[in-house]
């Protein structure tokens, strides 16, 4: 074989290899698993093409398995899904022998039978042929991704490399088999795939592939935001996301399905002071992020924490730029942002608001003598999300001044420490107050109205500030004093 596969891994290939052997229907394992396998790259999505119908394979191939796993079937796209879920119920020695069990391994099998394809200039939805091998490597996006192994009879294990994609591989470079603008054109999807395999592997575009994604940059408009977001999901997801993100700039198509963030670049000086492109600050702040977490929404979140600036950039005389309430006013930009990328309008889309609202108060308290107070109500408006806030703030340090980041993260560890001694003493993390609405109400038979709600609201504030003790009786008689002054009595 010409790839290294695991026990578990030959013994799904040979088995599918004999199935398609008895059905007279050459087989071949082709793209991604075929690469990562050679990059040594971890991998569960196995992709098969076969020389005729792909889903009737599939179909025959969930059969060989005890218990037979399901088949997904995707009739408008000739392509049929089994997964062979749970690793390690059964021992890899019982799969190399022999073992028949479904549940032993846990892969992604996609089956589809091998076309060649031609697309309308206006649409990304091809006309669709049964063709050779031959055919189906040509119609790939990469020549890394067209790399095939046989798994048939005569030459099982050999690799079938029309477009030389193992030397693409060993140079570490990006390049479509035929012409970069016959596919870019075909499927301008593909231009984001490029950055996407670029970012997450570290390889770099080849140069004409490159230039063709500049010159067709417009051609991503025929693509839905959906496909477009998958992809930026993944680059953002990456090792160093940065990487992406400048090639994505650098071709024009950031400008097309993101401009909001090219606004962030560039450098504006008057009377010889300046502001920091925060296009390429952004740039560090995610890069630093991607080094402490995998979790996608606060990696949204340090790259929509300053997206507001642009908006609220203003050249104060003797003072210099200023961005003043860019964090209030990138908060309302998120929602906004989400719905034109189709990302979720739910928690998600909460938390990042949330994150870019919050994103200067750790920040500010490390500026100024620290009181409770201020500590108190930070730990009340981030909740559950204040480590996720420090996370951010942290990433946010992108000075080139090795002291003024040392200094900046040792504020930022005391400001950790009092907020956790804050909350072992207040429990004020997800606190609701101790006296509620409908207590105000029914202890000075009120309806609902906005003095109750002032009533409550002054109860808050009085234990955020540290009037009042966060416990019932010292809230409850603060409640009656406050119901004096507005003039209620019981």
Known sequence: MYIHCSDKE???????????????????LIGGFVRDKILERNTKDIDIVCVGDGIALAENVAKKFKPAPQVSVFKNFGTAQIKLNDPGVKE????????????AVAFDIEFVGARKESYNYDSRKPKVEQGTIEDDQNRRDFTINALAISLNKEDFGELIDPFDGISDLKKKIIKTPLKPELTFSDDPLRMMRAIRFAAQLHFTIEEQTFEAIIQMAERIKIVSPERITDELNKIIMSKEPSVGFKLLYTSGLLKIIFPQMVELAGAEYIDGKGHKDNFYHTLQVLDNIAKH?????????????????????KFEEGHGWTFHGHEVVGGRMVPKIFNQLKLPQNEKMKFVRKMVELHLRPISLTKENITDSALRRLLFDAGDDIEALMTLCKADITSKNKFKVKRYLENFEMVSQRLAEVEESDKIRNWQPPITGEMIMKEFNLP??????????????AILDGVIPNEYEAAHNFMIEKAKEMGIEK
């Open 92 to 103: 890899v020695s019982k799969i190399s022998s022999g073992g028949d069990l479904a549940e």
């Open 10 to 28: 030959l013994f799904i290939l040979k088995k599918i290899a004999a199935t398609a052997a008895g059905l007279d229907m050459p087989c071949f």
């Open 448 to 461: 609902p109205s906005r003095a109750v709600g002032d009533i409550k609201t002054a109860i808050r504030e």
């Open 293 to 313: 977490t995998d979790d996608l929404w606060l990696r949204w979140a340090a790259i929509l924490h300053d997206i507001a600036k642009p908006k609220t950039k």
